[in-house]
């Protein structure tokens, strides 16, 4: 079955540079969140969308922006890089959850940004 | 918002043994709660869930359970294997918009031989 893919999967920056990471949901999900894990911390929600509208903000940086396309796909767009961004970016998508619906949300493999 | 606290931080059983994993949550708005197993280098794989009108659910070795109440919810997992050695994530979020899933802190499992 397809997966949420993520890319890339590595990437290394140099501090005030930009990255920009996609994120391809599975086929009919309808919303996709974005979250930040850095080493031995859990996931920290970062922003979502459904229907390619921001649906919900969480700790995203002013420097960081996002949106979902008309396909569904979605970009994080980072810029001025700092060191503390170095951290895993998972993305994840779901059909909207309701009561009614057996869904979940699934996560990608995620990109690992090295911020040097 | 919500604030999910997950304990213990880092869990060690033999095989065989009997593993709990307990997480508190403190927006009573939350009505779903699944539960992430995380291998080093990966991203979260849910192993179950479970929604506010189910007070437990079972899954072959894995069972959760949930008390709205106490707003308090627990991952057990019996017959352990050296293959359930990973990070579990509890989490909490509400269904019927895209809300985000709020993550505990993590356990760190490791099931010995």
């Known amino acids: 079955a397809a997966g949420v893919i993520q890319s890339p999967r590595h990437l290394i920056k140099e501090k005030r540079e930009t990255a920009t990471l996609k994120c391809y949901p599975i086929?009919?999900?309808?919303?996709v969140y974005w979250y930040q894990q850095g080493p031995g911390q859990d996931p920290q929600f970062l922003i979502s969308?459904?229907?390619?509208?921001?649906?919900d903000k969480g700790s995203i940086p002013d420097r960081f922006s996002a949106q979902q396309f008309s396909d569904y796909h979605s970009e994080l767009n980072m810029s001025s890089l700092e060191l503390g961004d170095s951290a895993l970016y998972f993305c994840?998508?779901?059909?909207?959850?309701?009561?009614?619906?057996?869904?979940?949300?699934?996560f990608g493999q995620g990109t690992r940004l090295t911020v040097v | 918002g919500e604030n999910v606290e997950q304990h213990p931080s880092t869990l060690s059983v033999q095989e065989g043994d009997s593993a709990v994993i307990k997480c508190t949550y403190s927006?009573?708005?939350?009505?779903?709660f699944p539960w992430y197993k995380q291998e080093l280098g990966k991203g979260p794989q849910l192993i179950i869930d479970?929604?506010?009108?189910?007070g437990e659910k079972k899954d072959q070795r894995i069972a959760v359970t949930l008390n709205k109440t106490a707003k308090h919810f627990s991952l057990h997992i019996t017959e352990t294997q050296p293959e359930d050695s990973a990070v579990y994530f509890c989490?909490?979020?509400?269904?019927?918009?895209?809300?985000?899933?709020?993550f505990g802190s993590g356990t760190q499992l490791t099931v010995l031989p």
């Open positions: 086929p009919r999900h309808d919303t």
């Open positions: 927006d009573s708005a939350s009505n779903y």
């Open positions: 994840a998508s779901s059909e909207l959850l309701t009561q009614d619906r057996n869904t979940e949300a699934f």
């Open positions: 479970i929604r506010s009108n189910v």
């Open positions: 969308f459904y229907e390619k509208m921001q649906s």
């Open positions: 989490a909490a979020s509400s269904l019927g918009s895209a809300r985000q899933l709020t």
